[in-house]
């Protein structure tokens, strides 16, 4: 199985900041990777897929970088209602696994 | 607008066993993979099951391997998910989740889960 490693597992941040998580793939999954946001109570959302690809409707202040085992996730300038944890997941064999979550809360 | 909708959650005791079902609209059903993942209460997500868009695969993580058994009913636009020899450790939310044409693809729909609670 391929581990996905994400890192911080949480940050404090004020509205305006860049905020970056990486995650890495303990092997190279190509640009096989998304990431979502997942609020209080809620289902994940789709944000990004293969590594850099906005999904439809996700404002443009989210994006993503890198391919084979390390990647990032940005937040240009955060916003209150980007309190979330955000996870990364790869998409290259089965299973699907998960990184760890990064909780991203106001600073 | 791509619809799923979980049901059959609940208390069962250690043991016992539950079926989960999800019901899909606004896209063609037979056409797509599905998949199951699961949420502790305050942990992170875990890659459940997936199966094939005819239901002709079925894969499943080591945690549940054995003891879950995923099917569809095309002719019904619904997953199930049928859980048995539960554990304390299964309790979770059980997400439904839309995948593509492949098996492995992205997961870009899901639903809003329902409660699976195993416990005395």
């Known amino acids: 199985d391929i581990q996905m490693t994400q890192s911080p597992s949480s940050l404090s941040a004020s509205v305006g900041d860049r905020v970056t998580i990486t995650c890495q793939a303990s092997?190279?999954?190509?640009?096989?990777l998304s990431w979502y946001q997942q609020k209080p109570g809620k289902a994940p959302q789709l944000l990004i897929y293969d590594a850099s690809n906005l999904e439809t409707g996700v404002p443009s202040r989210f994006s993503g970088s890198g391919s084979e085992t390390d990647f990032t996730f940005t937040i240009s300038s955060l916003q209150p209602e980007d309190i979330a944890t955000y996870y990364c997941q790869h998409y290259d064999s089965l299973p699907l696994t998960f990184g760890g979550g990064t909780k991203v809360e106001i600073k | 607008e791509v619809q799923l909708v979980e049901s059959g959650g609940g208390l069962v005791q250690p043991g016992g066993s539950l079926r989960l079902s999800c019901t899909a609209s606004?896209?063609?059903?037979?056409?797509?993979?599905m998949h199951w993942v699961r949420q502790a209460p305050g942990k992170g997500l875990e890659y459940v099951s997936a199966i094939r868009s005819n239901g002709g695969s079925t894969y499943y993580a080591n945690s549940v391997k054995g003891r879950f058994t995923s099917s569809r009913d095309n002719s019904k636009n619904t997953l199930y998910l049928q859980m048995a020899s539960l554990r304390a450790e299964d309790t979770a939310v059980y997400y439904c989740?839309?995948?593509?044409?492949?098996?492995?693809?992205?997961?870009?729909?899901w639903g809003q889960g329902t409660l699976v609670t195993v416990s005395s």
């Open positions: 092997r190279d999954i190509s640009t096989y």
């Open positions: 989740v839309r995948g593509g044409t492949a098996m492995v693809t992205i997961l870009d729909y």
């Open positions: 606004g896209f063609i059903f037979s056409n797509f993979a």
